[in-house]
């Protein structure tokens, strides 16, 4: 619970923790460009490196590794303009961008951008009825021509469904062709395991606001032999992969949220786990037509996501009628010039449009109570009954 609200959007964002809201205070009331050479800039720059170091020690990578950026978004698209930019100069022929077809809009604009206003060729990873990306299918695309492909991009996991990709597999299969693998891992941090060194990865995404950070700041984790083309140009800052004066206050207190997050995470997952098993059961005795959308298996998703169809029901309208009751979730569709499009992660599913369209998205995380879970269970039932009885008065030629 959060105030009065029942909080089940903790995908879309977390509260932040208050250890980070005192140190991003403490870290505001500082004084000092990071860049400066005087005292108030070194001491600037202090905080700025130790938190690389930290975020670097919770993520297994090299504090040298460790890029900050503005957030999700824009370590997403300095990894896939980047790395394709740097690896199509060196050779023209590497036009082909592999990406699974239920990334975050993050990396699938960014990806379509490339092919739009740069002639890149995509291919879409597909994925099965669990949202899990076929890696046959990636190790053949590959293995077809491995001197065209630019870069893959996999998230790591899912942001509507849970679901948790091959990571490591994909790994072999690329590194193998020496083909450079990108991984938006802004749902992972702090809910799984993240070892970037061990992953073999080349570019992972990290976000504060998933974790319980600031909004606004996050980092790319980028091996330091790997070519990227910046896509900011100005100051130099960040290996020159990032320029523009680092926020130093941020940068702390997404620091302190990952180390947090990732020393508690094994707990938490246990913890948010079990919650959202209750959910997933309370959801099922209430609606027993509703289906559940994404991988069961408890080690083949994130611990904190339920995803559910409710049959002959609007998204958005069960979305509204819960916020009503006083409970915040998601429906996972996008809004394109006012018209609700259903999810681009559940069609890929092969969930047909019209299931997808009545999918809502619960999501816990480090504030979820037990109460939480039981007020959505007692409203769930009557809110699909009145979203239902809508539908069926709304639909052309049905009274
Ligand atoms: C998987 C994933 N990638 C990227 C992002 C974007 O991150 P940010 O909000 O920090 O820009 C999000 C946020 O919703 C996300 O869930």
Redesign the pocket.
């Known amino acids: 619970m959060t105030g009065t609200r029942v909080y089940l959007d903790h995908?879309?964002t977390t509260p932040v923790l208050p250890e980070v809201v005192d140190v991003v205070a403490a870290r505001l009331r500082m004084l000092g460009n990071p860049s400066s050479l005087h005292a108030s800039g070194r001491a600037a720059r202090k905080v700025v490196e130790e938190s690389r170091e930290s975020i670097a020690a919770a993520l297994g990578a090299r504090p040298g590794e460790v890029v900050f950026t503005a957030?999700?978004?824009?370590a997403?698209n300095l990894a896939v303009k980047g790395l394709y930019w740097a690896r199509h100069a060196d050779d023209p022929r590497r036009v082909r961008i592999l990406a699974s077809a239920v990334e975050?809009h993050?990396v699938l604009d960014a990806v379509r951008w490339l092919a739009d206003a740069e002639g890149a060729e995509v291919e879409w990873l597909p994925v099965d009825q669990r949202g899990r990306v076929d890696v046959d299918v990636l190790r053949s695309a590959i293995e077809r021509d491995p001197a065209s492909v630019a870069l893959v991009t996999v998230?790591w996991a899912n942001?509507e469904v849970g679901t948790v990709q091959p990571v490591e597999e994909i790994v072999q299969i690329a590194r193998r062709q020496g083909v450079p693998v990108h991984t938006?891992a802004?749902?992972a941090v702090g809910h799984l395991p993240v070892d970037f060194g061990g992953s073999g990865l080349d570019a992972l995404?990290v976000?504060?606001?998933?974790v319980g950070g600031p909004?606004g700041v996050?980092a790319l984790l980028v091996r330091r032999d790997l070519d990227v083309v910046p896509v900011l140009h100005g100051g130099g800052q960040e290996r020159d992969l990032r320029s523009g004066t680092i926020d130093a206050a941020s940068v702390a207190g997404l620091a302190l949220a990952v180390e947090m997050a990732t020393a508690s995470g094994a707990r938490t997952a246990v913890r948010i786990g079990r919650m959202r098993d209750d959910l997933v059961s309370a959801v099922m005795a209430a609606v027993p037509a509703a289906v559940r959308n994404g991988d069961p298996e408890p080690t083949g998703a994130l611990p904190g996501i339920a995803n559910f169809s409710f049959p002959e029901c609007d998204g958005e309208s069960l979305l509204l009628l819960l916020d009503a009751q006083g409970i915040e979730c998601s429906t996972g569709s996008a809004c394109t010039a006012g018209v609700a499009e259903p999810s681009h992660v559940l069609l890929a599913m092969g969930i047909p449009p019209d299931v997808a369209q009545g999918s809502l998205r619960f999501s816990l995380g480090h504030t979820s109570t037990a109460a939480d879970v039981t007020a959505l269970a007692r409203a769930i039932g009557p809110v699909v009954e009145r979203a239902r009885a809508a539908g069926v008065i709304n639909r052309p030629g049905v009274r």
């Open positions: 995908a879309a957030g999700g978004t824009e997403d975050h993050a998230m942001n938006d802004v749902q995404t976000s504060g606001h998933k909004v996050g």
